[in-house]
């Protein structure tokens, strides 16, 4: 019964090479986020999406681009690959109607580009 | 910006023995403030949360204490045990959607 759920687990891919990473939640949450957690594992938020549309877009290059084709699920696709975006990312999920309530994360997505 | 600062980074302590990570906020609107416990390869987990209508909140040996007037609030474990051991991270609501998080804090349990 995973809650969320991202594949894949690992991705070693080349720069300049587009990748996906694919993201879904079976807790019928409403609100869905991306974050990235670099090595000094500080944990940043790049994108979030309530049904379906996107409220939080951070200072985010452009070559990440989130789809969100259903409330259960959000993708991330990046192009052109860098070795800055080696990182771990996670994706998350949450209620968010009536207040704040726990964000759910994903197992993670560890990105090593080389 | 708003931001949230942690302190410590880093937190040494003898098994058994208490541990205090502390966190200060800048946004007044704030009104809600997680913590998250990560493990060495693993997800971040919440393992307590406090709502600003409320200046403590205890669960087992963990505790957490807000004082919104001085814009700040504080993780307690009580006799730490190994696992125990992780990396901690404090954050507080920004608007209806946004977590502003801490840096985290990596806590070791010396036996």
């Known amino acids: 019964d995973t809650a969320v759920s991202q594949t894949p687990k690992y991705l070693v891919t080349q720069m300049g090479n587009d990748k996906s990473i694919k993201c879904e939640q079976n807790l019928g949450h409403d609100t869905m986020y991306w974050y990235k957690q670099d090595s000094k594992k500080f944990l940043k938020i790049m994108f979030s999406y309530n049904n379906k549309e996107l409220i939080i877009n951070e200072t985010v290059p452009n070559r990440f681009s989130p789809k969100s084709p259903d409330k259960a699920h959000l993708n991330l696709h990046i192009n052109s690959l860098e070795l800055g975006d080696s990182a771990v990312y996670f994706c998350?999920?949450?209620?968010?109607?009536?207040?704040?309530?726990?964000?759910?994360f994903g197992p993670g997505t560890r990105l090593t580009v080389t | 910006g708003e931001n949230v600062e942690q302190h410590p980074s880093t937190l040494s302590v003898q098994e058994g023995d208490s541990a205090v990570i502390k966190c200060t906020y800048s946004?007044?609107?704030?009104?809600?403030f997680p913590w998250y416990k990560q493990e060495l390869g693993k997800r971040p987990q919440l393992i307590i949360d406090?709502?600003?209508n409320v200046g403590e909140k205890k669960d087992q040996r963990i505790a957490v204490t807000l004082n919104k007037t001085a814009k700040h609030f504080s993780l307690h474990i009580t006799e730490t045990q190994p696992e125990d051991s992780a990396v901690y991270f404090c954050?507080?609501?920004?608007?209806?959607?946004?977590?502003?998080w801490g840096a985290g804090t990596k806590l070791i349990i010396k036996p």
């Open positions: 406090i709502r600003s």
């Open positions: 998350a999920s949450s209620q968010s109607s009536g207040g704040w309530y726990e964000q759910y």
């Open positions: 954050a507080a609501s920004r608007g209806n959607y946004q977590l502003i």
């Open positions: 946004d007044s609107a704030s009104n809600y």
